[in-house]
């Protein structure tokens, strides 16, 4: 009888996905604060009438973090997808048995989302990602080339022409984002949150096929047999994803005037297209990076990679602590500071956040200890059962 196999111990882990994770965590900060400052006058979620300053870390930030933190957060689902899949089937589980237990991962993102996004922050990515993983079990057997056609033809349809990026709407913030008051907030929200949860998951799609067929050969955990690959990706993929950002970015931060509404359908689906080959190369690179840190090093990390590794290992936390942050500071009834906030001083603050949480997490990884919201989404995907021993033991009382 074949035991179920549980969640890989902090002592495996690697320390590139590790250490991706744990960047990553930044770079989400960085994309989702600036949202929250108020104007009346924005682009691509970036207030137009801030200081040259400001202008400046707008440009940045389209260029180097807006539509790609999330494609990474995608290839990094994607690949950890795989790791559960590659341990289940090697502790002798068939694929049903290994679809239900990603099925109820899937279902504690989504339920956890939506509390996520009720709650604190309304830009809950969890239960799309959930409502992906629901629906993406049924890539597990695809062969390779489905895994890329699929991928492909899902980029080429997210990237065609359209009014609905982001990364171009003159929006204001919407309500549900920083509601006047904690009651209304819930009204809000509630018809908001189905239309992330519902519709956000297909943008993510093409990264996690990308993570899924990576996570089958292991290419972020043993990149000495990948060298090659991985350094191609890293500069082929950041390169692609700032040439396609400029376009946006220059406008973000007053280099060039708006373009029409035509020229922006275009320009906005190119920015979150190629912002999926940043998110693949991004994750290259901090695998290169980490593997230069452990060849430096021997066996032996330094306390800086630790510590961020740590972030990674407890992303799940990390990311929502980051919603406490954010629902403090900006939510109308408690601090409301999306009238005071820059965006320089909300990416700063969006920075001390995430440094924030590499303290709080290496102060676990300290303690040894996973972090809370890592441990219920283990308990409740792996439910523990009764070892073989034991089951022994029962068929041995009733002989």
Partial sequence: MSIQAGPTGLSERALGPDLARGFMLLFIALANSHYFVYSDRVFG??????????????????????????????????????????????????????????????????VLGFLHAMLLYIGDILAAYGVLLLLGVWALRWKDRWLFVVAALVLILTSLPSDDSLATSSDAADPAMVPPDFLGQFGDRIVVQPFIAGLGWIGFVTPFLIGLWAGRRRILERPAQHLTLLRTTALVGLTIAVVGALPVSLVVGGVLARPSDHALSILGPLHDATGVFGGVGYAALIVLIARRLSESRGDRQGPVSLAIAAVGQRSLTCYLSQSVVWAVAFTPYLLDLSHTLTTTTTALLAVATWLATVLLADRMRRANYRGPFEILIRRITYQPKRTAATLSRSSGNRA
């Fill in 45 to 110: 979620g970036f207030p137009t009438d801030g200081s040259a300053v400001d202008r400046v870390a707008g440009l940045l930030i389209s260029t180097f973090v807006d539509g790609r933190a999330f494609p990474m957060f995608g290839v990094l689902f994607g690949y950890g997808v795989a790791q559960i899949v590659r341990r289940q089937r090697e502790s002798g589980k068939g694929w049903w048995p290994i679809r239900k237990l990603l099925w109820r991962r899937s279902l504690v993102l989504i």
